[in-house]
């Protein structure tokens, strides 16, 4: 079945990074692109942007263009997350999701929740 | 960005019709899609896929779920409402990049 495993919850401080990761099961993983978005405690979703999982270009939403970076390990069906010099505004909880053609989202993973805070 | 809106909450009965809208704030329809679609979020979990492309059901989502709509005003229905249901509905539109949600109606009940 398929299914996207993501890393494990995150405490960092103000100014580190976090990389987050996210694996892929059950099916071909160049196939499908792979899209993040945001979760704000209490709050709705934000997109934050794709990543083009046959070639590795990366495509960022406006409000993630900087500090983010969206990555792949193709050989073995992860894409990654990766956020430096963290902020407050940062914490939130982190999806990968599996993206169709017309940018709907079919399989999410269970979440990342990252935390900062001094 | 297009905006979506949604009510913030809604009360039903057990056994009843649910009926949550979407209005978004210019059309999301094209000549052959209407590029609006539905997620369930329950407390603690991901969203799950209901609806797509207005109307289409998501595999394995049970038929008591069903959307409708075009241009810019869509419904998710859920027909009978059951315990299991209870959830963070959000709607999302992809006409236009970036992808933007609404802001989710929370089911309760009543």
């Known amino acids: 079945q398929i299914q996207l495993v993501q890393s494990g919850p995150e405490l960092k401080k103000p100014g580190e990074s976090v990389k987050i990761s996210c694996k892929a099961s059950g099916y071909t993983f160049t196939d499908y692109a792979m899209h993040w978005v945001k979760q704000a405690p209490g709050k709705g979703l934000k997109w934050m942007g794709w990543i083009n999982t046959y070639t590795g270009k990366p495509t960022y939403a406006d409000d993630f263009k900087g500090r983010f970076v969206f990555s792949l390990e193709a050989s073995a069906s992860t894409a990654n997350l990766q956020i430096s010099n963290l902020k407050n505004e940062d914490t939130a909880t982190y999806f990968c999701a599996r993206g169709r053609q017309l940018y709907y989202f079919d399989y999410w993973g269970q979440g990342v929740m990252v935390t900062v805070s001094s | 960005d297009i905006v979506l809106t949604q009510s913030p909450a809604l009360a039903v009965s057990l056994g009843q019709r649910a009926t949550i809208s979407c209005r978004a704030s210019?059309?999301?329809?094209?000549?052959?899609?209407?590029?609006m679609h539905w997620y369930q979020q329950k407390p603690g979990e991901q969203p799950k896929l209901l609806i797509y492309?207005?109307?289409n059901l998501a595999s394995g989502i049970p038929v008591r779920f069903s959307g409708s709509g075009s241009g810019t005003d869509f419904t998710l229905t859920i027909n009978p409402v059951q315990a299991d249901d209870i959830a963070t509905y959000y709607c999302?539109?992809?006409?236009?990049?970036?992808?933007?949600f609404g802001s989710g109606t929370k089911l309760e009940i009543k």
């Open positions: 210019q059309s999301v329809s094209t000549s052959s899609y209407n590029l």
């Open positions: 492309d207005a109307s």
């Open positions: 999302q539109q992809s006409r236009e990049l970036p992808p933007t």
